[in-house]
């Protein structure tokens, strides 16, 4: 592999203008695809297998007209301070509203709160319930802005009018912190590379390898109905990786020039050890992201395979675009204080005299010569990181994780205060009673049942189909959506009115945005360990073909574990406990999102991957190269540290760039990933894992002699490059000759 990177990293700085020609076509190519594709359609948010989801395919099958997954708003009206909402004069203005509510495109009922009885004990607020005749995806800007202009109109009669629901959008937030995140990345790689051009390299094909990332999302975004939230982790993936892949490969060629290479051979060795590390790192991340689809969500299944997209794309700009701009950079992509510094002799192999240890060096010093007491103090802190996650609750975010300032928070709260938490998250409990020799029996005693349920406030009278056998009911829970308790309440009703209609020859299914959550998170909860079995599994086989060892994968495999049971402690202290909550933006803390811990594994796995790749390759082509264990572990650190570290503040500015987000989801990876990056590049990898090679000795690089000999050879360590560059001299001494 070595060999070909080579000559494709010699070609790519040869034929420089035609490779970037090549790039910016295809940007090009892009942005033209993405502003023809047709507008995105509606996003199906489905979950096969779930109790949930086979209520809704019930409801459309049995309920003419009826549909399961149409878009609803809340209204709510809260009545002026020392009136009530039943005044003549404010009861008019709301029933006016409703009327105006019906009449509006797409809707397909409003109920008036009057006769629906949906007025509080103190007659001080009622709301009504509007519900359409599409899903929130399919509604029309026009629905939404009859809805919002209709709340105006009603809120000029003094009365608070706020509204919640799936058919209204959540707020989008400023992209400013993405801006600084961005500017901090900027500024940590001019630190590190000392020069303008240099720092504005990485940035640059990152921007090129997201644009195309993203344009092609945009273009597919209709065929295979992906929405917002998939071109946003993709950006933040995609802008992570780029940048550290281009900075792996640019650091490594600024190295070559200084032992003295000339350019184009520069770039050719940059690619062959670099380069082999950029592609197992970036195809950790990519196993990672796409083995998400053994979760079975498709929503989380594209987000996975468009994620992995970009980053696939990030390697292909690495590996070729990066090359090509170093080549017309020139001597200028050098430090100022080196372009005239003549050029070290000293080569990784050990064969000239070392070095004076710089920063990294002298760390890995410091390590080394104690390595038990680190590694005790290291796993200490980190396990003590990781206690809170044995409490962490899982759940979706609700309404009442929208900014305060937001009428869909707003609207939560009113309904809390004067009706109950359990109305902002109501259940759809969904009767079959085909089978039952009296439907009509069978759903009362199930009704009657449900009454009776610890946590259930009121039970509304069925609603039957025209056939007569199937029924809804509606179900109010006494606590918030998001609880443990409204989770007990939702496990009880299928419990006990499950046996009611079963004895009876029918079926109870749960449904509703609350119930959906709970499944959800419940189909989250049982994937996460095959999970976590396949992708650890499989870049364990890969990273014992990169490193010819046992103990490092296995190594890296444990130090991943601690990195992310610590982060997910982080997580379930700030997001849950509200640790620190009102610094992050966090208004309302509660259950953790439910698919943060599979996308911590998934993510944090690939980034974590990508450290220790880089930082263990260089120790170990050290180690090759006749150095001894310990004295590699130094060379290691010498030459990848300073860039590792540069590595992880820009991930962490990246990621934390996302955490200015409204929405929580968003939020919360942002947060996740960038302390998981903080944990995993600093203290497992540059701290435990030196501690760890150290106590091993040579053992580390141990591997059985017949495995030795059955697994391929991947040169990571660029030892063909000796050959390669031999047949590339000769090459050019004939061409000379004959010229």
């Known amino acids: 592999m070595a060999a070909l990177l080579y000559r494709l990293g010699r070609f790519a700085h040869r034929h420089r203008y035609l490779v970037v020609l090549l790039w910016i076509s295809l940007l090009m190519l892009g942005g033209v695809a993405a502003a023809r594709a047709p507008a995105a359609g509606p996003t199906t948010f489905a979950m096969p297998g779930t109790e949930s989801q086979r209520a809704y395919d019930l409801i459309d099958e049995r309920f003419e007209g009826q549909r399961a997954d149409g878009a609803t708003a809340r209204v709510v009206f809260k009545a002026p301070e020392g009136s009530r909402i039943t005044d003549p004069a404010l009861r008019d203005v709301v029933s006016a509203t409703v009327d ?16 629906a009885k949906t007025v509080s004990a103190d007659q001080s607020a009622a709301y009504a319930q509007v519900t359409y005749e599409v899903s929130s995806s399919e509604l029309s800007e026009q629905s939404r802005r009859a809805l919002s202009d209709t709340m105006a109109k009603a809120s000029r009669s003094g009365m608070t009018v706020e509204a919640g629901g799936a058919a209204l959008k959540g707020e989008r937030g400023s992209h400013a912190a993405e801006a600084i995140g961005l500017a901090v990345a900027a500024v940590v790689l001019l630190i590190t590379l000392g020069s303008l051009l240099a720092a504005g390299l990485p940035l640059i094909t990152a921007l090129i390898g997201v644009g195309i990332g993203v344009c092609s999302i945009t273009a597919l975004a209709s065929m295979f109905e992906l929405d917002s939230t998939t071109s946003v982790l993709a950006m933040m993936l995609g802008l992570a990786v ?67 997209g970009t980053v696939i794309l990030a390697v292909l700009v690495a590996l070729t675009l990066v090359p090509a701009l170093l080549g017309v950079a020139g001597g200028r992509i050098k430090a100022p204080r080196m372009r005239n510094k003549p050029a070290n002799p000293e080569f990784v192999d050990g064969s000239r005299t070392p070095q004076a240890p710089n920063m990294g060096g002298r760390w890995a010093s410091f390590v080394i010569r104690r390595p038990v007491a680190v ?28 900014p305060v300032t937001s009428t869909q928070r707003k609207a939560y709260d009113l309904i809390s205060e004067h009706f109950g938490p359990g109305f902002n998250g109501p259940l759809l409990a969904v009767a079959d009673a085909r089978g039952s020799d009296d439907p009509k029996r069978a759903v009362g005693e199930l009704t009657t049942v449900m009454k009776d349920i610890d946590g259930v406030a009121t039970v509304s009278p069925p609603r039957f189909n025209d056939a007569g056998d199937t029924a809804m009911i509606t179900v109010i829970p006494a606590s918030r959506p998001g609880s443990a308790e409204t989770e007990a309440v939702v496990h009880a009703i299928r419990e006990a009115g499950g046996d009611v209609m079963n004895d009876d020859g029918g079926r109870l299914m749960v449904s509703g945005s609350t119930a959906m959550n709970i499944d959800v998170s419940q ?16 870049a364990f086989l890969l990273l014992i073909l990169v490193f010819r060892s046992l103990a490092v994968p296995l190594k890296a495999a444990l130090g991943f574990l601690l990195s992310v049971a610590a982060s997910l402690g982080a997580v379930v202290a700030v997001f849950q406990w509200g640790w620190f909550s009102s610094l992050l933006g966090v208004t309302d803390p509660g259950p953790v999102m439910s698919m943060m811990p599979i996308f911590m594994v998934g993510i944090v796995f690939g980034l974590a991957m990508d450290y220790e790749v880089f930082l263990v390759t260089r120790i170990r082509e050290a180690y090759v190269n006749g150095r001894t264990a310990r004295e590699a572990i130094t060379a290691g650190f010498r030459h990848s540290a300073r860039v590792v570290t540069a590595a992880a503040l820009i991930m962490m500015a990246v990621f934390a760039g996302f955490m200015g987000a409204d929405e929580q989801m968003v939020k919360t990876i942002g947060f996740g990933l960038a302390v998981a990056v903080f944990i995993d590049a600093f203290i497992v990898r540059m701290t435990l894992v030196p501690a760890v090679l150290a106590l091993m000795g040579d053992k580390a690089w141990w591997l059985p002699r017949r495995l030795d000999s059955a697994l391929p050879h991947l040169d990571v360590e660029g030892d063909d490059l000796r050959v390669e560059e031999g047949h590339e001299e000769f090459a050019e001494l004939v061409h000379s000759t004959h010229s």
């Open 375 to 402: 590694l005790v103090v290291g796993a200490a802190a980190l396990c003590t990181l990781a206690v809170p996650t044995a409490s962490m609750q899982l759940g979706l975010p609700d309404e009442g994780s929208q």
């Open 100 to 115: 105006e509510l019906a009449a509006g495109p797409e809707v397909a009922q409003a109920t008036d709160p009057f006769e």
């Open 242 to 308: 780029g940048i550290d892949y281009a900075l792996f490969i640019v650091s490594r060629y600024r190295s070559e020039l200084a032992d003295g290479r000339l350019p184009e051979d520069a770039a050719g060795r940059s690619l062959g050890t670099a380069g082999s590390t950029v592609i197992f790192a970036g195809l950790t991340v990519v196993i990672a992201l796409a083995g998400l689809a053994v979760v079975n969500i498709p929503l989380l299944t594209k987000m996975g395979v468009a994620a992995a």
């Open 523 to 538: 189909k989250l909860n049982d994937a996460l360990l095959p999970y976590l079995a396949l992708v650890v599994g499989l």
